[in-house]
């Protein structure tokens, strides 16, 4: 097992490390900007160094500077976290060079992952169903028309190195087509650094449905089950859900499988989610890997009783999966709401001190979170600033508990996504669990 453990991030997550960490007898450094000196997981950590100044590409991102950190403290492995690099492959690759060990897949893996028309035709042709498409060049008029033709309106257009959503947009026939294509080329090429694309049949009002996946480097891998995360609002995830309202455990065991199968067929390592959509008729098809651990994962961690970040770490250090698929059960309900500062209606950020401050507690509610009172919210950063997660023997006793633990969570001097979770709570599509990625935009 590792002996130190430098933590590559911020926040909740950092803290959520550091803390998995102290359970393994691990010890732990922490790199932070010079504006997050008085942060918690400075705090917390054993030692810490300033990585540089407030804005992210000069400290989370500046690669140079943390692993300086790793060697200065002569720490053996990193974790990224989620976001900053977690999915960088050229970072993953300078661990792996300097000899640190990066808790996360093979940079290899992150590459492949990290275009979005290779790893659908990998997916494909292991058997996993995929959506409609075509990953041809799209280049000449005629090449367009007859891949339409193929496909059907409305078709997708999505960049190749794009995922979560960013850099679509929906043509409803070949001048759309035509002309979207280009858009999407050049925000591709701006964002990104490719203009490469790919068009798929768009699914109207889908499902997102993703799998929590473990693999070691034997091996050996399983799921943890899905996550419902259709509560989105421009491709941000404000609600998780575990186990989803719609999956019947036929088709839970099914997807399950495949995403194991493929996963570990490639040799994946590491924690890893499949993305799925699901259509209106219930038919699944994989849409990308999120080589990570995620935002959401803490609702897999209540009804599996799984710690995610201690196997990941356990993983990366070259122990073997610890149990098998059969030992894996998923257990009650679980819903996590993601506390933003932002104003609850615009969500427009809402940096700033926070005056006074009740965190809910009890059975089966989880808070993860960096801030306390008097923290003063930094406009740098994601506005994320807490995560609620509750957890009861099935989805109507997790809903009356989040309804009061919403109702006890107070913060002054900021404004915060509260309110609108507790409208989700009370419209009866979210009630009734069956909603899809559509519902924010219809009811809100
Ligand atoms: C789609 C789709 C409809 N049809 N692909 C958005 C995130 C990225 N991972 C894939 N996304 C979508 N891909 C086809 N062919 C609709 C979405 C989508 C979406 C997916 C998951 C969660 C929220 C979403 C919101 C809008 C669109």
Redesign the pocket.
Known sequence: MFKKVLVANRGEIALRIIRACKELSIKTVSVHSTADADSLHVRFADESYCIGPAKSSQSYLNIPSIISAAEVSNADAIHPGYGFLAENPDFAEICETCNIKFIGPPSKQIKNFGNKAKAKELMLSLGVPV?Q?YTGKCETRKEISLAAKEIGFPI?I?AVS????RG?R?ARNVEELEKYLKIVRGEAQVSFGSDEVYL?????N?K?IEFQILCDEHGNGIHLGERE??I?RR?Q?LLEEAPSPSLDGKLRDKMGELAVKAMKSIGYANAGTV?F?VDEGGDF?F??VNPRIQVEHPVTEMVTGVDLIKEQIKIAAGEKLAFKQEDIRIQGHSIQCRINAEHPETFVPSPGKITSLNIPGGLGVRVDTGIYGGYNVLPFYDSLIAKLIVFDKDREAALAKLKWALEEFHFGGIQTTIPFHQKVLQHPQFKSGNYN??FLETYF
């Open positions: 959506i498409g997708l999505k794009g995922g979560g959503g679509m929906v798929e049949k768009y699914i109207q889908p997102h995360c259709s989105q491709h995830k993305e959509l098809f849409i990308e990625t559509n």
